[in-house]
């Protein structure tokens, strides 16, 4: 499940999409792939778990399907983080559905 936030009061934050997840699923997400940000080191979501998340968003939301179809393909445009063919199949199918792979390949 899936939930969305928007702070009324002041209209310029950005909204915040949160995920809902089982244990296991969160202990996957936790998994971080290290950056470097100047001098120290930051903490980043798993690309799989990021890609994984922004698959689910495309399923759930038919509003905002457009922008998670272009954050999606740019995911998968980063050279250095290249995911199998095969791979990306089995996570659009499983968090997305079976058409999933089709409608973000076409026209990417």
């Known amino acids: 499940m899936a939930s969305r936030f928007k702070n009324r009061r002041i209209p ?3 909204y915040i999409d949160l995920i809902w997840v089982d ?6 997400m936790a998994e971080a792939d290290p950056a470097d940000a100047r001098k120290e080191r930051v903490p980043v979501i798993n690309f799989r778990a990021l890609l994984a ?4 968003a495309l399923k759930d939301g038919q509003t905002r ?11 998968l445009s980063y050279g250095y983080l290249k995911i199998p063919d095969e791979e ?3 996570l659009c199918e ?10 973000i390949k076409s026209n990417s």
Do not use: C, E, N
């Open 12 to 14: 310029v934050f950005p």
């Open 23 to 28: 244990d296991s699923t969160f202990a996957k």
């Open 53 to 56: 998340m922004k698959l689910y």
């Open 65 to 75: 399907q457009h922008k998670d179809l272009l954050d999606i393909r740019a995911l």
């Open 88 to 90: 990306f199949k089995v």
């Open 94 to 103: 499983r968090y997305s559905g079976p058409l999933a792979y089709d409608q």
